[in-house]
């Protein structure tokens, strides 16, 4: 294995530093209680939907409904029995949070454009096999489940993986390191026994037609 690979793998940043801060701490588990409620939420909504007949579009509708009908009781009782209103604030959208988020919004589409301009003309090859090997996991991802079960379960491993990871850091690292020595060894036998034998056949043949 080379001195760069061990480097790699003994001299990282955390995973911490990498995911940077906010996010980092719920998926982390910094901060129990949210990440707690999160995973609990997500297992309960996947069995629920997967249970009943409900979609998603549908408990939205009747959640808010019967969010409304609360609401409008309520409202109207306080105004017979001279009580207190539901204690709903003003919700207003400021202007600056609009174009905060139209910019950043307007940024990502122009990177994406700018990438399928220079994959679409051949300006950039390594960008295309990226692209194309993206397309082609999605592809088969797709197939093999629905779009709502890969949400949960991306949601599930995003709040498992990470925090495992760095609780068993350095068994995990251990663990890589042979692995990768064990594939550097089994490439270096099948270069040895298969690659450089093709090589030295086809010089052979080149040799005779010439």
């Known amino acids: ?89 003003d919700l207003q959208i400021s202007e600056e949070t609009i174009n905060e988020a139209a910019a950043l919004i307007r940024d990502q589409i122009n990177t994406v454009l700018s990438i399928s301009h220079d994959v679409a003309l051949a300006k950039d090859p390594k960008m295309f096999a990226k692209v194309a090997a993206y397309l082609v996991l999605i592809s088969v991802i797709g197939s093999l489940t629905d779009f709502r079960t890969l949400c949960y379960t991306s949601t599930f491993v995003i709040l498992t993986v990470p925090v495992a990871y760095e609780r068993y850091e350095k068994h995990v690292n251990s663990s890589l390191t042979k692995v990768i020595m064990k594939l550097r060894q089994l490439y270096i036998n099948f270069d040895e026994e298969c690659i450089k034998k093709v090589r030295k056949w086809i010089l052979v043949k080149k040799n005779k037609l010439s």
């Open 1 to 89: 294995m080379s001195s760069s690979d061990v480097l790699l793998l003994n001299n990282h940043s955390s995973i911490h530093q990498n995911l940077g801060g906010g996010l980092s701490d719920v998926i982390l588990w910094r901060h129990k209680n949210v990440t707690t409620s999160l995973l609990v939420i997500t297992c309960a909504s996947w069995l629920m939907f997967e249970r009943s007949d409900y979609t998603l579009l549908s408990y939205i509708s009747n959640v808010l409904l019967l969010l409304l009908i609360i609401l409008f009781l309520w409202a109207k009782s306080a105004q017979i029995l001279n009580r207190p209103t539901p204690p709903i604030p």
